[in-house]
């Protein structure tokens, strides 16, 4: 594997000596929880063509890419990762509207980018978004949502490059499956979306721009916005609240290392300096033990946890570190 990864690298270098790419690459700066160790190597293709000839040259070595947005959901390890990222931020920038009054939108345009365009174009229905600081791709991949809106109710198709095939797909918002922070491009590896059409309606210029005042300002009143984190680390349980669990265990301002429970809200883990990705995972599995034990409830998270390998096992409260392989 490792021998293919080195192979496709040399073969990246030779044969598109024009692309940007970075190798062994600390993480930490490209994740908005500052943790993360060196990847072998971080490409960032400058247009679609690029993008599709580095896939041919991944797909010939058999390596998969992992694709990064904004970085604003992952736990990158501290032990870093003998892989190869495509950084989907850098180039795929356009945003415009189209005839017909819909906006379009390339995959590394930042949501609030985006929001801030549907403002400007009087164009209402992007106002939840605002505050969220993932890209547009990652905000499809994950349908991101807040305050009542998700992407999945103003996206209305999404192209994407299915590295398998080589061939660019489009599809409308009824097959992309969005569920409550779910789509198909999570289960579909070798998905890298491109694009995707939003279709919003006409509003009032002004009350859009207060209402997005209005959830900026919540957001800063009730999130920990001034340390680094990856958002909400446990999904929604049904019929539950994971934040108001958490808290109802006592675990605000609980930590491991520089790890921390959020003292303001108990939803996010904050980094208070120099965590490490163990004293995010440990964290985070102490959590959930304690909430499982104390009312049986069973926290998933929600943050991406790398490598894929290593992740809040799914079979129940009893399992402990040395039962879960990290670093592959
Ligand atoms: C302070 C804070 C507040 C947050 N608030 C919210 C919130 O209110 N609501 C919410 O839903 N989330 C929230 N988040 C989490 C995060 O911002 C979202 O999940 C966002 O959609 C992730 O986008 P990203 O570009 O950072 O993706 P990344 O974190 O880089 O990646 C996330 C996933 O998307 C994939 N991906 C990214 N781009 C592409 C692409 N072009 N093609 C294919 N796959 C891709 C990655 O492989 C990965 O699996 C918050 C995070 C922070 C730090």
Same mark, same amino acid.
């Given at each position: ?10 073969a ?17 700066g490209?994740?908005?929880?500052r943790?993360?160790?060196? $990847?072998? @190597?971080? +490409?960032?293709?400058?247009d679609? =063509? &690029? %993008?599709?000839?580095?896939?041919? /040259? ?32 850098e ?6 509207l ?6 379009y ?8 980018? $985006?929001? @801030?365009? +549907?403002?400007?174009?009087?164009? =209402? &229905? %992007?106002e939840?978004?605002?505050? /969220?600081p ?5 905000g499809?991949l994950?349908?991101?949502?807040a ?12 192209v ?12 409308e ?5 969005f569920?409550?922070?779910?789509s198909m ?13 939003l ?5 009032d ?7 997005m ?19 909400s ?7 539950h ?10 675990l605000?301002?609980y930590r491991?290392?520089d ?22 995972y ?13 009312t ?10 790398l ?22």
């Amino acid at each position: 594997m490792l021998e293919n990864l080195e192979a496709a690298i040399s073969a990246v270098k030779e044969k598109l000596p024009g692309m940007k790419l970075l190798e062994n690459e600390p993480m930490a700066g490209h994740s908005s929880f500052r943790i993360g160790g060196p $990847v072998r @190597a971080l +490409a960032s293709p400058s247009d679609v =063509t &690029g %993008l599709s000839k580095l896939c041919d /040259i991944l797909k010939e070595h058999h390596v998969a890419p992992f694709i990064l947005g904004n970085g604003t959901n992952i736990l990158f390890p501290d032990e870093g990762l003998e892989d190869l990222f495509i950084v989907s931020t850098e180039k795929l920038q356009k945003l415009f509207l189209l005839p017909d009054g819909a906006i379009y939108a390339e995959a590394g345009v930042s949501l609030a980018r $985006v929001a @801030a365009f +549907a403002q400007e174009n009087g164009l =209402t &229905g %992007l106002e939840f978004a605002g505050g /969220i600081p993932g890209t547009l791709g990652g905000g499809c991949l994950m349908n991101a949502g807040a305050y009542g809106g998700e992407m999945k109710d103003v996206v209305e198709s999404v192209v994407y490059l299915y590295i398998p095939d080589q061939c660019m797909y489009e599809i409308e918002n009824s097959n992309c499956a969005f569920g409550y922070r779910q789509s198909m491009f999570q289960k579909t590896p070798g998905c890298i979306i491109l694009s995707a059409v939003l279709r919003l309606q006409e509003g009032d210029r002004q009350a859009i721009a207060e209402r997005m005042h209005e959830l900026g300002e919540k957001r800063r009143e009730k999130q920990p916005l001034d340390y680094p984190s990856a958002g909400s680390a446990f999904r929604r349980p049904e019929g539950h609240f994971a934040a108001a669990l958490i808290d109802g265990a006592g675990l605000k301002g609980y930590r491991v290392g520089d790890a921390q429970v959020s003292e303001k809200h108990a939803g996010f883990v904050v980094n208070r300096g120099s965590a490490t990705s163990h004293d995010v995972y440990d964290l985070m599995m102490y959590v959930r033990n304690t909430v499982y034990r104390d009312t049986g409830v069973f926290l998933e998270p929600e943050i991406i946890i790398l490598p894929p390998d290593y992740h809040l096992e799914d079979n129940g409260p009893a399992v402990s570190r040395n039962q879960i392989r990290f670093g592959g």
